[in-house]
């Protein structure tokens, strides 16, 4: 009967220190992003102004606003007014060659709204860039490629799309490559016509 006792104080006793035994340090918290305030600040991105309505297969995905940081609603910031949304990615060299020439069609007073979605790129190498080219349109950042799914984007970038005040959604596939503001102006015609 004194064995019996004497191994339950002995199992007791194992598993008091084994509960207390140091377990080492403490996890240490992830270190915070990099501070982007001064890459912001240089890219002086346009905000991501955000209206009711939009796309249906961008709607309650969110992205984020280049200009701040915040989360938005895609489909917010198309929605409300015709829009032309460019999907590029900072590794791209068609998108650094179109990127400048939607920035020119933006700043003439015949533009509708344009709109960049950075994919598959690091938040800070896409400031850097939009800063370099001197593009200053709001630009999203799809960080979880949701956007990517939702509007079902080719593999091969740049793509453009034309997006009506309605929330209709077309692929631009005629140029491909938009290679000048006069090229960015028949797209618009050709694909919204009148829907402008």
Same mark, same amino acid.
């Given at each position: 009967?004194?064995? =019996?006792? #004497?191994?339950?104080?002995?199992?007791?006793?194992?598993?008091g220190?084994?509960?207390?035994?140091p377990?080492?340090?403490?996890?240490?918290?992830?270190?915070?992003?990099?501070d982007?305030?001064s890459?912001?600040?240089?890219?002086a991105l346009?905000?991501?102004a955000?209206?009711?309505?939009?796309?249906?297969s961008?709607?309650?995905?969110?992205?984020?606003?280049?200009?701040d940081?915040?989360?938005v609603?895609? #489909?917010?910031?198309?929605?409300?007014?015709?829009?032309?949304?460019?999907?590029?990615?900072?590794?791209?060299?068609?998108?650094?060659e179109e990127?400048?020439?939607? #920035?020119?069609y933006?700043?003439?007073?015949?533009?509708? #709204?344009?709109?960049?979605?950075a994919?598959?790129?690091p938040?800070?190498?896409?400031?850097?860039?939009?800063?370099?080219?001197?593009v200053?349109?709001?630009?999203?950042?799809?960080?979880?490629g949701?956007v990517?799914?939702?509007?079902?984007?080719p593999a091969?970038?740049p793509a453009?799309?034309?997006?009506?005040?309605d929330?209709?959604v077309?692929?631009?596939?005629?140029? =491909?490559?938009?290679?000048?503001?006069?090229d960015v102006?028949?797209?618009?015609?050709?694909?919204?016509?009148?829907?402008?």
């Amino acid at each position: 009967m004194k064995s =019996r006792w #004497a191994l339950v104080a002995v199992i007791l006793l194992v598993a008091g220190v084994v509960a207390l035994w140091p377990r080492g340090d403490a996890p240490k918290p992830l270190p915070p992003g990099p501070d982007l305030t001064s890459a912001r600040a240089e890219a002086a991105l346009m905000p991501c102004a955000t209206a009711v309505g939009g796309p249906e297969s961008v709607r309650g995905i969110t992205a984020e606003c280049l200009a701040d940081g915040s989360r938005v609603e895609v #489909a917010g910031v198309l929605a409300g007014r015709p829009v032309l949304l460019n999907v590029w990615a900072t590794w791209c060299q068609p998108c650094r060659e179109e990127l400048p020439v939607l #920035a020119e069609y933006a700043a003439g007073t015949d533009a509708i #709204a344009v709109v960049g979605l950075a994919i598959k790129s690091p938040t800070g190498d896409a400031l850097g860039l939009l800063r370099d080219l001197d593009v200053t349109f709001p630009n999203l950042l799809d960080t979880d490629g949701s956007v990517e799914r939702g509007l079902k984007i080719p593999a091969a970038l740049p793509a453009s799309y034309l997006i009506s005040a309605d929330g209709t959604v077309t692929f631009i596939s005629d140029p =491909r490559l938009l290679r000048s503001v006069d090229d960015v102006r028949g797209a618009v015609t050709r694909y919204l016509g009148g829907a402008r």
